[in-house]
């Protein structure tokens, strides 16, 4: 007698736990009398304090022993349970994790017709223990009537022939499974819809260069690309047109998928897209040409380098213009030359028009600076520091080169005649100087004004510099 246990309303006021394996897998294929024994049977588990015997639970169930016992030899084949002892009758519940789960017995009486059907559709070899086994298994897991299970037997060995094996028959029973098939009727309506296809499969076969007939892997794959995912024949083979070397039912699929993918599914959208694909490849080659580089595969490419830069706006003339220019100024690389790309996107400059008439600008530019730098007794190359400067001058400052040169020219001599040119440009500036005759009558003295010299503290020195940021054209 147990020293501790739970009262009568405990009991009642808790759950039963049912796996939802159990609902998901078994419960839609078993009778009310079945389900009440499994049920009840598993709630008896968990309440030890029940009558918990064969008579008590043919009374509470209104059921005969016979209709009981026969329950749990159902549960046994299935994997359900395991019984003990008959008589007196003794059940164990087991786990319905696959793993923990003993081999299901299958009693003979209830496949022998099966095996009788099966063995017939095989005459030239017996079929082993094994074989039936795994044809029982599938039957049980996937719920297919057995008549049905006998018409994709013999569909598969129309297909392959007599040699054909179990492993290859259940693969065809398992997708056909995956798209619903459970019934006599559903396989008749299977074979009605690879039927009435086969005027489509001999239009793809012919595209594809193949002789002979369709396998039932190509037939099915033909099904998916119309039933499943919508594609008429016309593009179909359009499709086919797109491969590449040799043109297969696998190739075809992966092209289809690509497309399928990519919501690509009328003709017209198809080889607009080839095309399209076709073009960005020429576009490559130029570019990698213009570069000074060389890949065998473009996909890559093309996929980071080549679409983003034509999603910007970029045509073909200008990204084979700012490659050329690129390899010209040593950038010799995709990703430096995406950078060369991302700046002119930055200037708003896309098209080869536009390239040319900046570059035309940056050279003009570049001969006015190495007038200044010649006039100041230099005759260094010039560099991006002195685009910067003259571009303060003229553009921020508002001097015209025949000042600049002036300046350029009072700097002669100087063993930084750049920093000098700077002082002298600021002082005119602030001196309103906006000529030469200007200039020369500005003095040195001038230029570089005495300024008192005092020091500053730490307060004062921080309030002039977070005050930087702030100066406006007035305060200079």
Request: glycine content about 6%.
């Amino acid at each position: 007698m147990s020293v501790v246990k739970f009262s009568s309303d405990f009991l009642l006021e808790t759950f039963t736990l049912v796996d939802n394996l159990f609902i998901a897998e078994h419960l839609p294929y078993l009778d009310e009398k079945q389900i009440k024994v499994y049920l009840y049977g598993l709630y008896l588990c968990a309440a030890p304090e029940k009558q918990n015997t064969l008579d008590a639970l043919c009374s509470t169930l209104d059921m005969t022993e016979a209709e009981v016992i026969g329950a749990y030899g159902y549960f046994e084949d299935m994997g359900l349970c395991r019984i003990i002892s008959k008589s007196p009758l003794e059940v164990s519940y087991l786990s319905l994790k696959k793993e923990n789960q003993p081999p299901k017995k299958y009693r003979g009486e209830k496949w022998n017709d099966f095996n009788a059907q099966l063995q017939q559709l095989f005459p030239e070899r017996m079929l082993t223990p094994n074989e039936y086994n795994e044809y029982y298994m599938f039957l049980d897991e996937s719920k297919l009537e057995q008549d049905a299970m006998l018409m994709i037997v013999q569909y598969c060995i129309n297909q392959k022939g007599m040699s054909v094996r179990y492993p290859y028959i259940l693969t065809v029973a398992r997708n056909w499974v995956a798209d619903g098939v459970r019934s006599v009727a559903d396989v008749e309506n299977k074979l009605l819809e690879y039927d009435k296809q086969s005027e489509d499969m001999r239009g793809v076969l012919a595209a594809l260069g193949r002789k002979g007939g369709a396998d039932l892997e190509d037939k099915q794959m033909l099904l998916k690309w119309t039933r499943s995912w919508g594609y008429e024949l016309d593009a179909i083979l359009a499709a086919v047109k797109s491969l590449k070397g040799g043109k297969t039912f696998k190739k075809l699929d992966a092209k289809l998928d690509e497309f399928y993918r990519m919501s690509l599914f009328s003709v017209e959208q198809i080889k607009d897209y080839q095309a399209q694909l076709d073009r960005l490849k020429e576009l490559t080659i130029s570019i990698n040409k213009n570069l000074g580089i060389y890949y065998e595969s473009f996909d890559h490419e093309i996929e980071v380098y080549i679409v983003p830069w034509t999603a910007k706006g970029f045509d073909g003339e200008a990204l084979s213009k700012l490659a050329h220019h690129c390899f010209m100024t040593g950038v010799r690389t995709l990703e430096g030359m995406n950078n060369v790309v991302n700046k002119f996107f930055s200037l708003g400059i896309l098209t080869a028009a536009g390239i040319d008439e900046y570059l035309r600008a940056q050279i003009e530019r570049d001969a006015k600076i190495r007038k200044i730098i010649d006039a100041s007794g230099s005759s260094r190359q010039v560099t991006q520091s002195d685009r910067d400067l003259y571009r303060t001058w003229t553009a921020d400052w508002g001097f015209d080169d025949d000042i600049i040169l002036y300046a350029a020219g009072q700097a002669a001599g100087r063993t930084y005649p750049t920093p000098y040119i700077n002082q002298l440009l600021s002082g005119y500036r602030k001196s309103g100087v906006d000529s030469v005759e200007k200039a020369k009558a500005y003095s040195h003295a001038a230029a570089q004004p005495n300024f008192e010299q005092r020091s500053y503290s730490d307060e004062e020195w921080q309030s002039i510099v977070t005050s930087i940021d702030a100066l406006s054209e007035d305060d200079v």
